[in-house]
């Protein structure tokens, strides 16, 4: 059975860097595309960021493309998401998910496999 779970969030200040990990098991996800999705209380979840498995390119987030950068280790079963200069409205529960198919959609009920999420606040 696949499981993602996510690790590294916490409580910073605006202007610091945080990177979270998400560590797979039970299902090789190499040729996979895999993604960090976020959301924040009162909002609907929204994707971060993604990589295609196979390549790699992200495919950033308007919002965060100049802070925030995805990156995969397959042979360590493992994605990260880099975030610098943090922002009070980037404060969101952080998901990370994977796809069976290798494309990438912005839709989250496209997604087949999430992790259970990590909260992020950033103080002002």
């Known amino acids: 059975q696949a499981r993602l779970v996510e690790s590294g969030g916490g409580l910073v200040q605006a202007g610091a860097s945080l990177r979270l990990s998400c560590a797979t098991s039970?299902?090789?996800?190499?040729?996979?595309?895999m993604g960090w999705f976020r959301q924040a209380p009162g909002k609907e979840r929204e994707l971060v960021g993604a990589?295609?498995?196979?390549?790699?390119?992200?495919h950033m987030g308007d919002s965060v493309k100049d802070r925030f950068a995805v990156s995969r280790d397959d042979p360590r079963n493992t994605m990260y998401l880099q975030m610098n200069n943090l922002k009070p409205e980037d404060t969101a529960v952080y998901f990370c998910?994977?796809?069976?198919?290798?494309?990438?959609?912005?839709?989250?009920?496209?997604?087949?496999?999430w992790g259970q999420g990590t909260q992020v606040t950033v103080s002002s």
């Open positions: 998910a994977a796809r069976v198919r290798n494309t990438i959609v912005f839709t989250p009920a496209f997604w087949d496999f």
């Open positions: 039970g299902r090789a996800f190499t040729n996979s595309a």
């Open positions: 990589m295609l498995g196979g390549e790699d390119r992200a």
